[in-house]
Structure formats: C-alpha cells, structure tokens
C-alpha cells in the first residue's frame, strides 16, 4: 500500500506527464513509467506500466480536447491510425507480461534514443498544414499505426513519442497538427495497453487516480505553451531534448539494475 507521501508524490507527477502530453503529444509513459518507479516508489515494473499506462490514457483524452477546441487534430487520420494501432498494442502488451521488467525498461530507454535522433534530424521541417486523409496516405497511415501500436502495447506506454514521428512520416502534417492528432491514438493505446494489465492484477487504481487529478491541470498548461513554441518553430527541439534527457536517466538506472 502506498502510503500519502508517495501518493502526493504521485500527484504531482501527474501534473509533469499532464504538461508533456499537452506540449508535445508525447512524455506520457515516458515519462510516468520512470516517475512510477523512481520517485513514486512502485516496485514493479509491470505494475508501473499497467498504472501509467491507465493514467496517460485519461490524461491523454484531457489534452485532446484542449487541442480539438484548437483546431489542431485531423481526426481522420488519428482515428484510421488509432484503429490500426490498437491491433499492434494488444498483441504487443500480451508480450510485453512475459519479458522481464528491468529488460524491458532498457530497451524502452534505447528506442527513446532513436526517436530522439530521427525527430532532431527534421526538426526544420514545416509540414503541409492542409493534409487529409487520402489513398496515397492511408496505407502508410495503417502501417505506422499497427507497427507504434505494437511498440507502445509491449513497452506499455501511450506511444506519443512513436506516434507523432509517425504521423509526420505518414502525411507530413505539421508538428503542431501531429501532436494534437497523437492523442487520438495515444488514448486508444493507453486504454488497450491498461485493460490488458488489469486483467493480471497489474493496475494500482488509487495512483492511476491521483495521477490523473494532477495530469489534468498540466495537459492545460502544456497545451498552451505547445502553441507559443510552434510559432517559433521550437517545438520538434524540446520534444528531442526531452526524449534525450529522460532516456539516459533509464538506461543509467535500469543498466545499473541488471549488471550492477
């Protein structure tokens, strides 16, 4: 049992996912799954992944109605992804139970190194701020979806950080766009990702609770500055930088977990 300490520890980590998600789509269990583990005090892995992944689905939904009331998400193209991608993170999370924790957070920490990398490679890139759903994207759309979808079910995370590289790679919206449209799918591959944790036992619902109170009051701060940076064209930076930072902090731990 969590005692209140760690539960307001738990808050407030809900209030830094909330902020991730909000400014760039993505951070969600990025960031909640390493908070879960070694701020919160959570001592399963698994029970990490299944909580937070509960927690960013929820905060994930948050977000995308500040981004809806905004403009900025292509609903068709979340939905054909997210539909897709819901096939990928079930089979991916039914795996995802099987494999050792500490395993799992370290190659978690080395794909997050990777996206990082591909992200600052195009972060000059504008995008066409008027795509649509169409025949020449929609088969790279369901591709992307099933193949993130299946990374996200088996780290057991939201898929942000996949999802937004994704969609850019797919149709070449703009970032802005991209990241108010992952939380389409980001929700969808939380709740996929939860429901199968919970059928093991592997949710703890009180910190899924006070992590989502505290994630909704920083999805709204995040999705404000989201808009400032994107006028600036600084976005795709921070969401490298972050990725960078948070990654190399998991490998150091979790490195030191398995051959300490």
């Not at 997210?82 to 794909?111: E, H, P, R, Y």
């Not at 980001?186 to 989502?212: Q, R």
Request: aromatic residues 8%.
């Amino acid at each position: 049992m969590i005692d209140t300490l760690h539960l307001a520890l738990g808050g407030l980590s809900g209030v830094l996912v909330g902020f991730a998600l909000g400014l760039v789509g993505g951070g969600g269990s990025i960031l909640a799954v390493p908070l879960m583990v070694y701020l919160v005090g959570v001592k399963s892995p698994h029970v990490a992944i299944g909580t937070s992944a509960l927690a960013v689905a929820a905060n994930a939904a948050t977000g995308l109605a500040q981004h809806a009331r905004a403009g900025d998400v292509r609903w068709r193209c979340g939905l054909t992804y997210a539909a897709f991608g819901v096939l990928g993170a079930f089979a991916g999370s039914t795996l995802g139970k099987s494999f050792d924790g500490q395993k799992l957070l370290f190659l978690f920490a080395l794909l997050m190194l990777v996206v990082g990398a591909l992200m600052l490679r195009t972060r000059k890139a504008s995008g066409n701020p008027h795509v649509r759903l169409n025949r020449e994207n929609a088969p790279r759309l369901i591709a992307y979806g099933l193949g993130t979808g299946a990374f996200s079910g088996f780290f057991g995370i939201g898929g942000g950080f996949l999802i937004v590289p994704g969609l850019i790679a797919s149709t070449d919206m703009m970032m802005i766009n991209a990241v108010g449209t992952s939380l389409v799918a980001v929700t969808a591959f939380g709740l996929t990702t939860a429901g199968n944790y919970a059928l093991s036992g592997l949710v703890d619902w009180l910190l899924a609770g006070v992590f989502i109170a505290g994630g909704v009051a920083g999805g709204v701060a995040g999705t404000r500055l989201s808009h400032r940076l994107s006028a600036g064209g600084q976005l795709k930076t921070v969401f490298a930088l972050l990725i960078f930072v948070v990654a190399f902090y998991m490998l150091c731990k979790s490195g030191l977990a398995l051959w300490g």
